[in-house]
């Protein structure tokens, strides 16, 4: 009987030539998919690669965490050399390595980074397109801070959320942190917490953008979670400006 | 008889898709090409658009400066939103506005900024794999700075360029600027003088990684401009790191 050994990989790419993260059918291609067929090419038959959870189409990653057992007790040994030799220039493999007993890129996991970036100025430069949310309205960053705070807590976020309904665990998160950093014309959203609900940190971007825009004051961010239902009042910002920055594996800020 | 009125372009380019600045034919497509193709479109005849100079394949620009003499005195009222509805997404026109009598896109420049991005670090994030130099091994960012500064000034510096024959104003510049930014992973090079060589950043650039890398010491710098040939000590670094970041129309420094 052959052993194996689980490995744990850090993955970045850019989102914009996938269909997300996970898996589908021909001939949509995935970051999952990419990683499935290098890991089979290199270790001569077909492995799963387990993520910490999806992105979506366009999103992007610089820390997205991956385990994958692999079927022989000695993998390649320089894996991530091997893998991104062999991956699409859209994909790399930042690290692999060994991972604990019990490890599990979804399960074992305490919390995410997601980092929302946005360009504040009449047009964005070229090369930044795919990587960047365009607002050309001026932003008041002042009032995104004030609305960003109100936000950070232990709440349901059902109404930043695109479909409450099918969250197995519910639609109370703890978000950490919630922080704008920037004054222009590059404006980052920084998001932390324990879990994030179905297009959560989209919504919570649609929504600052809107405050930042003067549409909305930053008192109607508590309004609005009380509510509890998703309204017209939250857009989902675009895809492009999202990047999954981190995924937490320490104890967990909650117990702290 | 109809009066035209010339006009100063801003430009911004992803150079990924272009084979260069300056018009060829097709199938080519260039950044030069899909300007006129746009001012054509809406000024209802061919008209040229004058750059400052030409970029090669895959060089990308923040702030290329360009002319061109509407044939009308009313061009559209918001020339740069017009273009920017027509144009593809990886050319921006950033600024358009009436140029000052007499000037002239490539002869009234007295210099030009470039900058030139390199990633150090075990993987380039993927999504500026088409705006970042990969640069694998560990550079010494003082041995660079030392190596640049030896390097500024008004010189020959054909060894520095990719075909000093061809130059038709000799081979001395003047480089006012040559700074080393950053300790990594992203480290820029800011290149700024009254007048580059042909691939003379580049080469610059390829010169300094070197150093940076420890195979040449920063007083090679004088003893290979000295030279007054081009030789293999000096490599080219990718187009894909260099960026022409503005061009300069001030008071020429050299009179300052």
């Not at 490995?7 to 970045?12: D, E, I, K, Y």
């Not at 007993?101 to 980092?115: D, L, M, Q």
């Not at 950490?176 to 932390?192: I, N, Q, S, T, W």
Request: net charge positive.
């Amino acid at each position: 009987m052959r052993s194996s050994q689980r490995l744990r990989l850090t993955v970045a790419y850019d989102g914009t030539g996938f269909r997300g993260w996970q898996l589908q059918p021909a001939p949509h291609r995935t970051v999952q998919g990419e990683l499935e067929a290098v890991v089979a090419r290199l270790a001569g038959r077909p492995v799963r690669v387990h993520g910490s959870g999806r992105t979506d189409t366009g999103v992007h990653a610089r820390g997205q965490v991956a385990h994958v057992d692999w079927p022989d007790d000695r993998p390649p040994g320089d894996l991530r050399w091997s893998m991104n030799a062999v991956l699409p220039d859209d994909v790399r493999v930042l690290e692999a390595r060994p991972a604990p007993p019990g490890f599990h890129a979804r399960s074992s996991s305490t919390g995410k980074e997601y980092r929302y970036f946005i360009w504040n100025a009449k047009a964005v430069p070229p090369e930044l397109r795919h990587i960047r949310t365009w607002e050309p309205r001026r932003l008041d960053p002042q009032a995104m801070r004030e609305a960003a705070v109100l936000l950070v807590g232990t709440r349901d976020f059902a109404a930043f959320s695109a479909n409450p309904q099918r969250e197995v665990s519910g639609t109370v998160r703890t978000l950490h942190r919630l922080e704008v950093r920037g004054r222009g014309p590059e404006v980052c959203l920084v998001a932390k917490g324990d879990g994030f609900l179905y297009k959560m940190v989209r919504s919570l971007a649609g929504f600052l953008l809107r405050v930042g825009r003067g549409e909305r004051r930053p008192e109607d961010g508590p309004r609005i979670l009380a509510g509890g239902v998703r309204t017209a009042e939250v857009p989902t910002a675009e895809a492009r400006g999202l990047f999954l920055w981190k995924v937490l594996y320490g104890p967990s800020r909650r117990q702290a």
